[in-house]
């Protein structure tokens, strides 16, 4: 079958199960926006308000279906404009395929209207990109792309395609949808190595982290963990992927994680690391983290390890088959005075308190948003305070359930984060908490919920400043806020009716029920004013380069 | 940690594909490698290209490098040699002064090096040298007293000793 390369890369899409696809048209994407009209009852396009906003909607569409994510863009700047939604799909391994337009072959390298090296650009945050300069190559191409972003660890592909190859005819051969590649199991001796360290392990811990979402590592880290009675942490990116409320889960380790996970990390004698990288965030000091353990690294990236940590026995491969394999060669083992001790260090929440005339308390409207909602709905952040205390006090019970930029920390990610995820799944409630930093970033996507009248609600944490930032000028810079305080003057609820959304304010302690109540009951977007406190802080907090020792619990007890 | 950092020759087999090269550099560089010496150069299977590179590192550090480059898509095998296990050569040229007086001195030079005379103008001589990298640099050490005006170096490439080749293992 004849076809152009705009029908082309339509029916590679389709083939690939896309449903739907996030983007923003311009000159160079003429021709695949005139295909995605004639096909617009195969593939639905959704128009963003920024290209930004596409492509954290294509990877907030990935994070929450597990599929493959896709933004489209036009030449030099709308292409530039994916740059920030790339990145961040980079660094949380999202799988996500970008789609640019480019000026016509013969006008690429001379500086066209509208040209930029988006293939340069993008090298260093994609997996692999593609110019595709003759429409032949197009069909495999695609494929390609999406056999890529999903192979081994998964990630973003951008395709460029010259605006005449987008409208050149080329046979269209159709073919199955693309398949991630497979993966070498680990090496037995390292298996054996491993099963060796765990048997006589005493206090093993297990510090999990986004590659167990991945790959659907779920039943198997639990399974694990249950056989073996080991208690489990988790970066910021595998919250989700074991049940928050399991006796075994000690919560989320490092900077911001909790008392009890950071001590296990501490005194254990063996770690099982799966699917996580050792961040700073999570190992400030590398040198000293776990320092009393045998590790046991599991990843399908070959180069995590010992990027950052040294570990005793490096277990490539698939995490679901590798946890399996060790589980199944372990005997069944209880350690209650391990358990016990850690956590023993588990620290209870205050009572909520009860003043309706009171100050707001952000850990408040979470915990009371955790309980108005089930289990199903789907958190998005933004990046800041807001976005620590979403992971503190909302706790996770499924997977794909927090959708948040952990690696990149993209502020106004969220936006588009919501957008995407309520698109991929369009049962589910979506609230996205941002600050009011984060928001006036990228609101402007306000204008696409309200079009597609998608019931997101979205939690301004409104503490007048860029909190977290500030919370870092009052620690390690004598309270000097430089730049932190912009004393911005909107008026969310006015912004909101601006936009056609709905606004609501909570104002006082007794707010927060009845507001979250009506804004999860309303059928469109709202936006809701949450007026916190400027000084509240994001603790426990470990600071930059610093152990558990380190840890700050109070501010007050810190600042003395 | 004590252990030697030697230097190390990573043989990497790729496709010819137009980036490849920027793809390998924008690695090195924004990981903070820091390599030697890069040579790149066709193979007799015309999809594919071989770059030879050397670095001094710890194990941890090469092994670190060697998986990074295995992670580029147009990558296809990636082979770490210790540099006594290989066949290794760089070429030199080197422009020497050389008046009428020392002329003969450096020609003489050139013989006992086994280099090859290139090039002779009437104030200079321009001569080729091959060999590892030591014999290169003494070399050059040597003809320093002379002047030197002008040099031009390739970095090292190398192949692996005996009868082992990077192609082993690849199908077709
Ligand atoms: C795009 C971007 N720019 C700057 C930063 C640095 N940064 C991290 S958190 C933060 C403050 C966020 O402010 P806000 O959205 O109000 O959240 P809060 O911390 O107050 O909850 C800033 C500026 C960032 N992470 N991303
Ligand atoms: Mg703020």
């Given at each position: 079958m004849k076809l152009n390369g705009s029908e082309i890369l339509i029916e590679c899409l389709l083939e690939q199960g896309v449903d739907t696809v996030f983007g923003y048209p311009g000159g160079t994407v003429l021709n695949i926006y005139d295909a995605l009209y004639k096909n617009s009852h195969r593939i639905n396009h959704v128009l963003t308000a920024h290209e930004q906003g596409a492509s954290h909607a294509a990877d907030?569409?990935?994070?929450?279906?597990?599929?493959?994510?896709?933004?489209?863009?036009?030449?030099?700047?709308?292409?530039?404009?994916?740059?920030?939604?790339?990145?961040?799909?980079?660094?949380?391994?999202?799988?996500?395929?970008?789609?640019?337009?480019?000026?016509?072959?013969?006008?690429?390298?001379r500086d066209s209207f509208q040209e930029i090296d988006i293939t340069g650009v993008t090298i260093p945050i994609t997996k692999h990109n593609f110019l595709v300069k003759d429409v032949n190559d197009l069909a495999d191409t695609i494929r390609l792309a999406f056999e890529i972003a999903q192979s081994g660890r998964p990630g973003p592909v951008l395709v460029d395609i010259p605006k005449d190859?987008?409208?050149?005819?080329?046979e269209y051969v159709p073919a199955p949808a693309s398949k991630p590649r497979p993966i070498?199991?680990?090496?037995?001796?390292?298996?054996?190595?491993?099963?060796?360290?765990?048997?006589?392990?005493?206090?093993?811990l297990i510090y999990m982290g986004g590659g167990v979402i991945a790959a659907g590592a779920y039943q198997q880290i639990r399974a694990l963990a249950e056989k073996l009675d080991i208690p489990v942490c988790s970066s910021l990116m595998g919250l989700g992927g074991f049940p928050a409320d399991h006796p075994l889960w000690l919560g989320m380790v490092g900077m911001h994680g909790t008392r009890a996970a950071n001590i296990a990390t501490r005194d254990c004698d063996a770690l099982i690391v799966c699917g996580a990288r050792f961040s700073d965030r999570v190992a400030g000091n590398p040198k000293g983290f776990a320092a009393g353990a045998k590790i046991i690294h599991m990843d399908v990236d070959h180069?995590?390890?010992?990027?950052?940590?040294?570990?005793?026995?490096?277990?490539?491969?698939?995490?679901?088959?590798?946890?399996?394999?060790?589980?199944?060669?372990?005997?069944?083992?209880?350690?209650?005075?391990?358990?016990?001790?850690?956590?023993?260090?588990?620290?209870?929440?205050?009572?909520?308190?009860?003043?309706?005339?009171?100050?707001?308390?952000?850990?408040?409207?979470?915990?009371?948003?955790?309980?108005?909602?089930?289990?199903?709905?789907?958190?998005?952040?933004?990046?800041?305070?807001?976005?620590?205390?979403?992971?503190?006090?909302?706790?996770?019970?499924?997977?794909?359930?927090?959708?948040?930029?952990?690696?990149?920390?993209t502020m106004g990610y969220g936006m588009g984060a919501a957008i995407g995820a309520q698109f991929g799944q369009p049962d589910s409630?979506?609230?996205?908490?941002?600050?009011?930093?984060?928001?006036?970033?990228?609101?402007?996507?306000?204008?696409?919920?309200?079009?597609?009248?998608?019931?997101?609600?979205?939690?301004?944490?409104?503490?007048?400043?860029?909190?977290?930032?500030?919370?870092?000028?009052?620690?390690?810079?004598?309270?000097?806020?430089?730049?932190?305080?912009?004393?911005?003057?909107?008026?969310?609820?006015?912004?909101?009716?601006?936009?056609?959304?709905?606004?609501?304010?909570?104002?006082?302690?007794?707010?927060?029920?009845?507001?979250?109540?009506?804004?999860?009951?309303?059928?469109?977007?709202?936006?809701?004013?949450?007026?916190?406190s400027k000084d509240a802080n994001v603790l426990p907090m470990i600071p930059p380069g610093g152990s558990v020792e380190n840890m700050i619990e109070s501010m007050e007890a810190y600042e003395q | 940690m004590s252990e030697n950092r030697n230097l190390t020759v990573i043989s990497v087999l790729a496709y010819n594909n137009p980036a490849v090269l920027l793809r390998m550099t924008g690695l090195f560089y924004r990981r903070g490698f820091n390599i030697e010496t890069m040579v790149a150069c066709q193979t007799d299977r015309p999809s594919l290209s071989r770059l030879t590179v050397t670095m001094t590192g710890h194990n941890a550090e090469i092994r670190q490098v060697r998986q990074q480059l295995l992670k580029l898509e147009d990558i296809v095998k990636v082979d770490v040699l210790s540099i006594d296990d290989c066949s290794a050569s760089e070429l030199a040229l080197i422009k020497v002064s050389a008046t009428a007086d020392t002329r003969k001195q450096v020609l003489n030079a050139a013989q006992a090096y086994g280099c090859r005379v290139l090039d002779i103008g009437e104030n200079t001589i321009t001569l080729e040298m091959t060999g590892r990298d030591e014999e290169v640099n003494r070399f050059v050490r040597y003809m320093q007293p002379f002047g030197i005006v002008e040099m031009g170096c390739t970095g090292v490439t190398a192949l692996a000793r005996g009868d082992t080749t990077i192609f082993e293992g690849l199908d077709g």
């Open positions: 907030g569409y990935s994070r929450a279906t597990g599929k493959v994510g896709v933004c489209i863009a036009t030449s030099g700047p709308g292409a530039t404009n994916l740059v920030t939604g790339i990145a961040t799909a980079y660094m949380d391994s999202i799988p996500m395929v970008a789609i640019t337009g480019n000026v016509a072959v013969n006008l690429l390298g190859v987008s409208a050149a005819v080329a070498n199991p680990p090496k037995p001796e390292r298996l054996a190595q491993a099963i060796e360290i765990l048997k006589q392990a005493k206090r093993p180069a995590e390890f010992d990027k950052n940590v040294q570990v005793t026995v490096r277990l490539a491969g698939e995490l679901k088959e590798v946890l399996f394999t060790v589980a199944s060669r372990l005997e069944e083992t209880k350690r209650p005075e391990w358990i016990a001790a850690c956590t023993a260090n588990k620290v209870e929440w205050p009572a909520i308190p009860t003043d309706p005339e009171g100050p707001v308390d952000p850990s408040v409207i979470l915990r009371t948003l955790r309980e108005l909602t089930d289990r199903n709905t789907i958190l998005a952040t933004d990046v800041g305070q807001h976005q620590m205390w979403s992971a503190q006090f909302y706790p996770q019970y499924l997977p794909r359930h927090l959708l948040t930029s952990g690696g990149l920390g409630r979506v609230v996205l908490v941002t600050g009011d930093g984060c928001f006036h970033m990228n609101l402007n996507e306000l204008t696409t919920m309200v079009s597609h009248q998608l019931p997101v609600v979205v939690l301004v944490m409104n503490n007048r400043v860029l909190g977290m930032v500030r919370q870092w000028q009052k620690v390690f810079y004598e309270k000097r806020f430089s730049a932190t305080d912009p004393e911005r003057q909107t008026d969310y609820v006015k912004l909101a009716e601006a936009f056609g959304a709905k606004g609501l304010v909570i104002a006082k302690n007794g707010d927060i029920l009845p507001v979250l109540s009506e804004a999860l009951a309303t059928d469109g977007p709202v936006v809701v004013d949450c007026r916190i | -």
